[in-house]
């Protein structure tokens, strides 16, 4: 066995997002899977320690969230448009996905393999929401600083994120759209 799975996760900085989109800045898998982690486990904490909800470990979701989108890898970026144009083409790409997360397992010494699968995999239903909204807020974000530069062309996408995060009803996410979010127009002087 070659054991490729960790030189496999240090090519996620070469699958660029937002493929059809003009972008003031390029957006790379390493860097949302990041912000995906920070914000997932932002979620988490404000569930339990604000909110006081019952609700996954923070911990969990930071590393779920880290692996996300580790099937991209293989895959690549599959634009929203064409992912989400109808259910045929969600299903069959949910098992392309599926086939590339295990394949990416495959990469793992079998004594590891265990511990990675949940989060390759996705399959923790605690743990799943939390990532998902960190997912929306993450692209929402992108969505923000490139209107924030100038670029227009994240409008509708902007519009979508925001209606997707809405449609979640997600109370430790709500609390974030409202007390963190407005922060993210600020520059580094404001800040």
Aim: hydrophobic share 45%.
């Amino acid at each position: 066995m070659a054991n490729e799975f960790f030189a496999l996760m240090g090519r996620m900085r070469y699958i660029t997002r937002w493929g059809l989109m003009r972008n003031t800045f390029s957006e790379n898998l390493t860097e949302h899977s990041y912000m995906t982690a920070v914000l997932a486990h932002a979620l988490a904490l404000i569930r339990r320690q604000i909110l006081k909800l019952d609700g996954p470990d923070p911990d969990r979701c930071a590393v779920a969230a880290l692996y996300h989108d580790v099937s991209e890898i293989l895959t690549g970026d599959l634009p929203t448009p064409i992912k989400y144009h109808n259910t045929n083409i969600m299903a069959a790409y949910k098992q392309v996905e599926h086939v590339a997360g295990n394949r990416v397992l495959d990469m793992l010494p079998q004594e590891l393999r265990s511990c990675y699968e949940q989060d390759v995999l996705e399959d923790d239903p605690a743990v799943k929401p939390i990532v998902k909204a960190a997912d929306k807020l993450s692209a929402h974000i992108k969505c923000l600083e490139e209107q924030k530069a100038g670029n227009a062309e994240f409008d509708t996408a902007a519009k979508q994120t925001w209606n997707a995060m809405k449609a979640m009803e997600l109370p430790e996410l709500e609390w974030f759209l409202e007390n963190c979010l407005a922060q993210f127009a600020m520059n580094l002087d404001q800040l």
